[in-house]
């Protein structure tokens, strides 16, 4: 069975900065393709960010620019890091581990306001 254990978030200020981090009870991590996705109140579930097993990256238009995705294979671990945010950057996110199976974390609110 694999676990996804999230954190950072929080609230910030528009404009600021926060990190999230996704560490994977996996062995076999380097297999996985990762993704970040988002929920706001009230709208679907949307991709922000994705990362394969061989290093490629997509984003969600919205964040072209201001965020970056990362995964550290040695430490089971994915990363965004969110500059520059928006209140419409306020939601829920989630880290999914996917093969043939896709996994999802916890999920961790950020929220983006003065």
């Known amino acids: 069975q694999v676990q996804l254990v999230q954190s950072g978030g929080g609230l910030v200020q528009p404009g600021g900065s926060l990190r999230l981090s996704c560490v994977a009870s996996?062995?076999?991590?380097?297999?996985?393709?990762m993704a970040w996705y988002r929920q706001a109140p009230g709208k679907q579930r949307e991709m922000v960010a994705t990362?394969?097993?061989?290093?490629?990256?997509n984003y969600a238009d919205s964040v072209k620019g201001r965020f970056t995705v990362s995964r550290d294979n040695a430490k089971n671990t994915m990363y965004l890091q969110m500059d520059s945010l928006k209140p419409e950057d306020t939601a829920v996110y989630y880290c999914?581990?996917?093969?043939?199976?896709?996994?999802w974390g916890q999920g961790t609110q950020v929220t983006v306001s003065s």
């Open positions: 990362v394969t097993t061989a290093g490629s990256i």
């Open positions: 996996i062995s076999t991590f380097d297999f996985y393709n």
């Open positions: 999914q581990a996917k093969r043939r199976v896709g996994y």
